[in-house]
């Protein structure tokens, strides 16, 4: 009979937040093909894990560590090496009040930033954790989560700006022909 209620437990929860595992997931890989197989990985680890994690304060901060852990495990293995092309995106809606020019602008910057930098905006600006909660995930100080946030943005805002600018120029040069 435990069985039926931690598989019922474990199953309640996959279903309401999977898609959030995956974008999360996806926000630090970039490819939805490795984002899947991080996410497969976590939820295998959750299951053994689901008496324990059920029991923590937050099965969500077990579930997003567990998801870092993978996502640093698929990176360190040789033929994970590759990069994600331009064909592998994932479709996703975008979010109200952006244009699709600027959704795709966010995410090309997005993927430009190092993989530090993506898990520390993703976990303080997708997730919301404060710099205590994404150091403690991350295993490193609050300083370093700082540090990295704000070079993250300011690299963020630079090529956001830098698109802009180029967009606008080419505006011009066009309306000028």
């Not at 640093?72 to 040789?78: F, G, I, K, Q, V």
């Not at 809606?93 to 993506?118: F, H, I, N, Y």
Request: include cysteine; charge should be positive; aromatic fraction near 6%.
């Amino acid at each position: 009979m435990g069985g039926a209620t931690r598989d019922d437990g474990f199953t309640a929860y996959v279903s309401g937040r999977r898609a959030h595992l995956f974008r999360t997931a996806y926000l630090l890989c970039g490819d939805p093909h490795r984002a899947e197989d991080i996410v497969q990985t976590a939820l295998a680890k959750l299951y053994v894990a689901w008496p324990r994690a059920s029991r923590a304060d937050s099965v969500d901060a077990y579930v997003r560590r567990v998801i870092i852990n993978s996502h640093l495990d698929e990176t360190r293995r040789p033929w994970r090496r590759e990069s994600p092309t331009e064909d592998d995106r994932l479709d996703r809606a975008a979010p109200a009040g952006v244009t699709p020019e600027d959704s795709d602008a966010l995410w090309t910057a997005l993927r430009q930033l190092g993989p530090k930098q993506r898990r520390v905006v993703v976990l303080r600006h997708y997730w919301g954790l404060s710099v205590e909660e994404t150091a403690a995930d991350l295993g490193v100080s609050p300083g370093t989560v700082k540090s990295q946030t704000s070079a993250a943005l300011d690299r963020l805002r630079s090529t956001l700006l830098d698109d802009r600018v180029d967009a606008g120029r080419d505006t011009i040069r066009g309306g000028r022909r």
